[in-house]
């Protein structure tokens, strides 16, 4: 059974390229076979993010309109053999792509891969649309912010609209100190609003940012707070129940030293 | 044959006389009162309604019909004109129940950017989040909590009211009443607040919101 996801946000900049990578990497180290989709037409990343963008000889817009077989298309990880990419145009928009032809794509496969990510494009105009019509799960990708939950809220209404009834929520970016300050929103407020499953709960972590600009996403690294984070996500998708870790507070030795500026 | 000098039709409040042309008002009369008298045949129970439409006879000769009606116990009354196409109230079908009293019912929560336009009322069995809309002519129950923008009495009645589990919106609007909420209050300390059902209607020019038990 192939599960396709689409990964979507609203709002731009709270990590859904990012998500979308590490998920994709956290599958493939399980052994899965993955295929993750950049529908993100002419602003593409997610080949970035993977450290593929020097392999990719067609794209999404040569497949959707016939030039070439999709599997021409799909570049395979250098290091996590079962995990392909299907790039996209950085030449063409958003309008490349119609619906149909990328629910058509994906029918044809299923067959092929345990599970088909799909980078969606910020904003709700025809990408988002593209992105989504193909997806049997959406992941809803927020950061504890107001506007990003206001923008998620939305989505996740226009997701149902298009009949998309399996939505599940990734919280990214939360940063433990400030949540226990109050200074940022905590998962209860967040759930208020959104009320949905949450699968994920990323803290702020500046590995993601090395990582990313290593094209070696922050999963693969141990020692990553934020890898763990995304190893429980993809354990949860696995269908395993995996406790939300807890964020270890800041000790006494690190406050000081902080405050030292050591 | 006298059956036929005398025509009685059913109406909705009695029944409604009619004669055969040509015959003179004597002879109605006294086959009236034979009518009347006789008891076979005497479709004139007491306390029934009989009609005449009006101009068929002259007025002195109406009111003696009267009389003789009242006599016998009837009630007797000029009918102005024909009664065409009888609609009974309980025989109208319900789609033809009036736009203004239909409920819209929304069975799950109302996230931003969706609105909800009625003529009549609506009742939301979910939240309403920030950036939702419900724009009703009726009013507005929500089973959860409030934190769009929510206008009842959209065409003026005054008289509209909204109710809500946790009611904490945006704005509110009653008929031409509006109201927000204070710029000065923290969205935490909100919560807290109001986590009772509340009701807010119009009360001497303004929106007032109270505590309700439900």
Redesign the interface.
Known sequence: MCEVMVVTSGKGGVGKTTTTANIGVGLAMRGKRVAVIDTDTGLRNLDLLLGLENRIMYDLVDVTSGRVAYKKALVRHKKFETLYLLPTSQVRDKSAVKPEQLVELVTEMRNEFDYILIDCPAGLEQGFQTAIAAADVALVVTTPEISSVRDADKIIGELGRADKETIKLIVNRIRPMMVEKGDMLNMDDINEILSLECIGQIPDDEAVVTATNRGEPVITIDSSMAGRAYRNIVARICGEAVPFMTFPREGFLARLRRLFGM | MSGEIIRMKGTRTGLELSFAEGVSFPRIETEIISRLESIEGNFFTRGTEVSIRNGTFPGDQMARLKKIFNQHGLRFSVAEKVEKNIDLPMEKSPDKVPEEEKMIVVN???????EIRAKGSVMVFG?V????QIIAGGNIDIRG?C?GIVHAGAFGDVNAFVVADHLIPLQIRIADFFSRSPDDLDP?EL?VKSNYPERASVKDGQIVVEPIKR
């Open positions: 799950h929560t109302l996230r931003g950017g969706q939240n989040n920030p950036g939702a909590t934190r935490a919560n």
